[in-house]
C-alpha cells in the first residue's frame, strides 16, 4: 500500500555534498514519522535521521550538524540534505516509512560513495 524509492546517491569527494530523496506512492497521507537508515560494506547497519509528519527531526550523533533532513507530506517524499562528507558516511542508504495502514515500509536503497 505504501511504495518507497530512493534516489541521488552517487560519489563525491570528502568535504562533498549530496542531497537524497526518498520518493513515497500509494497511501502517502497515511504515513507518519519518516526515517533514514544507512548499511556500510561491512554490513553495519545504523539509524541516521528520524522526521515527524510536524516537522520534529532527530540525528544521530555521526550526522548531527552536518545533515539535514526534511520532508514534503503534500508530495509523499523526504529528503536527507548531507553536507561536509565523510569516507564514513560511505553506505547504502534506506528510507524506511510508518503507516497507519500499510505499516513500515523500506526503500530499495540508493548507494553513497564518499572517496577522493
Known amino acids: 500500500q505504501v511504495q518507497l524509492v530512493e534516489s541521488g546517491g552517487g560519489l563525491v569527494q570528502p568535504g562533498g555534498s549530496l542531497r537524497l530523496s526518498c520518493a513515497a506512492s500509494?497511501?502517502?497521507?497515511?504515513?507518519?514519522?519518516m526515517d533514514w537508515f544507512r548499511q556500510t560494506s561491512g554490513k553495519q547497519f545504523e539509524w541516521v535521521a528520524t522526521?515527524?509528519?510536524?516537522?520534529?527531526?532527530s540525528y544521530a550523533d555521526s550526522v548531527r550538524g552536518r545533515f539535514i533532513i526534511s520532508r514534503d507530506n503534500a508530495k509523499g517524499t523526504m529528503y536527507l540534505q548531507m553536507n561536509s562528507l565523510k569516507p564514513e558516511d560511505t553506505a547504502v542508504y534506506y528510507c524506511k516509512a510508518q503507516s497507519t495502514v500499510a505499516g513500515v515500509s523500506w526503500g530499495q536503497g540508493t548507494q553513497v560513495t564518499v572517496s577522493s
Open positions: 522526521i515527524t509528519t510536524t516537522g520534529v527531526v
Open positions: 500509494g497511501s502517502i497521507f497515511s504515513i507518519g514519522k
